[in-house]
């Protein structure tokens, strides 16, 4: 019994570790000492390389015209599938700050891409859709303008502490029409800063004059800097934080390097600060997605050992629900199951099919005289030795109510079931189990009827055969062994069927 017990604790254990499990994305996990110190020193070495940049920002270099398509592919690569990301995780949190995010990298790959088309010398030597010389300074002011803003939008959305876990969502309203809604905002902010940049390119003022930035350039610049340190700002006093907290420090961490190096220092396009500017907006836009990425993988890798343990709860259960809690030998339900199957083989392949019943001979005279517990050891005796006589793994022995066990003998004939059940009622007759319980408790003995399967036979025909062998057993006086059909037994103990029994 306390064997069953504990594998019903275990069970127990490893159905709560299923249902409990923590599902965290970073958007709604409290960051650790781990992601901090990741993050940490993330930003401090974007820190150390922009330091060591920065007094060469102005040095010219050779323009490459072929570096803005390289960039601009992978901007747009890396904020699409972000966005992506955090949509997927919008569709099971139901998070407004994640929806708002997932909107600012939309928005960022949809800018950069607009961006590409107005660049003078990527499509065309003054780009695209009427675009004039100031069209891409203002495309790309309103980018990393729009940008600080979504994460401050964020900051304020972001409820103050982080939800530790997922669970089911109360909410039935599909999150894909919020979705669908927040693209079309995004798309439709992108095509109204593009209209601003190209149908009014005529009366922008002058931000780049050929490829130096102008004063006024460098006034809106810091500003746009000055924005995106605020939004750092608002990010780190919005405690405590979350793993996605941090990791968008990090990310405006890098955004400043990027505006520093490729708007600031630098005297315009093509020199190493504009270059390296556009490298750490790559890094900057590359950041997130790797940590979502790898949230992902360890996502798999907790459902794949969640498989694993749901798995091995399912054939814990099916074994629990297969044995008897008492005797540990198979139960009725696993005895029928069972039956049917032997049977099946057995009529397929014409192969002999045994059935033997067992009954403890005066059990409930015993039960009555010596109590319920004292007939729970009784039981389980006999299990044991029933199931120590069963040899092959094919054999199987179950409890089949009550005090009458049912061995189930695959591939064997009666002459052989009945030399097993008589080896049986031996074993029952001299178990030395009972020898702790002393001489006021008689020895038990069983009464057995063996039937082997015929062709016309169902599963209830063959159990109702071994039950009239054992009733003939138990009428001809108990502690013997009855088969039918008959057979040339001739060993003591064996008892001849009647002929009414035999056919």
Known sequence: ?????????????????????????????????????????????????????????????????????IYVTALVVSDLITAALL????????????????????????????????????????????????????????????????VMLYTKCRPPVPVLQVTRLSSRRSPYGAIACVAAAVLAVTWAATLLATAGAASLPEFLRGHQTTPLGYSVLWGIWLLALSALVVLFRRKPHGV?????????????????????????????????????????????LVVLLMEDIRHFARLMQMSVDLRLANQSLAEVSRIDALTQVANRRHFDEYLSEQLAVAQRHRRPLSL???????????????????????????????AACCQRPSDLAARYGGEEFAIILPDT?????????????????????????????PRSTISCGVASWQPTMTAKSLIVEADLALYQAKGLGRNRVVPLPAASLDEPGWVQPRSSYAS
């Not at 940490?40 to 050779?62: D, E, G, N, Q």
């Not at 505006?259 to 005297?267: K, M, Q, S």
């Open 356 to 386: 033997v019943l067992c009954d403890i001979d005066h059990f409930k005279a015993f039960n009555d005289r010596y109590g319920h517990e004292a007939g729970d050891t009784r039981l389980k005796g006999v299990a044991s030795v029933l």
């Open 413 to 441: 004939d009666t002459t052989g079931a009945a030399h097993i059940a008589e080896a049986m009622r031996k074993a029952v007759a001299g178990f030395e189990g009972y020898a702790d319980e002393g001489t006021v408790r």
């Open 87 to 150: 949509f997927g995780q919008f569709t099971v949190l139901r998070s407004s700050p994640v929806l708002v995010l997932a909107a600012g990298y939309l928005f960022t790959a949809c800018i950069t891409l607009a961006y590409s088309l107005v660049f003078p010398g990527m499509f065309s030597a003054t780009g695209l859709l009427g675009s004039g010389p100031q069209s891409s300074s203002v495309m790309y002011m309103i980018w990393h303008a729009g940008f600080p803003l979504v």
């Open 244 to 288: 996605l907290d941090v990791w968008l420090m990090v990310v405006m961490t890098v955004w400043l390097c990027d505006i520093a190096l490729g708007a600031l220092l630098n005297t315009g396009r093509y020199d190493l600060g504009w270059y390296a500017g556009r490298i750490y907006g790559v890094l900057a836009a590359s950041a997130l």
């Open 1 to 69: 019994m306390s064997a069953v017990c504990w594998q019903c604790n275990e069970d127990d254990t490893m159905q709560s570790n299923l249902t409990n499990e923590r599902w965290a994305f970073v958007s709604s996990e409290p960051a650790g000492r781990r992601e901090i110190r990741f993050a940490l020193a993330a930003a401090i070495l974007s820190i150390l390389v922009f330091a060591a940049i920065a007094p060469f920002a102005r040095t010219p270099m050779p323009q490459h015209p072929v570096f803005i398509p």
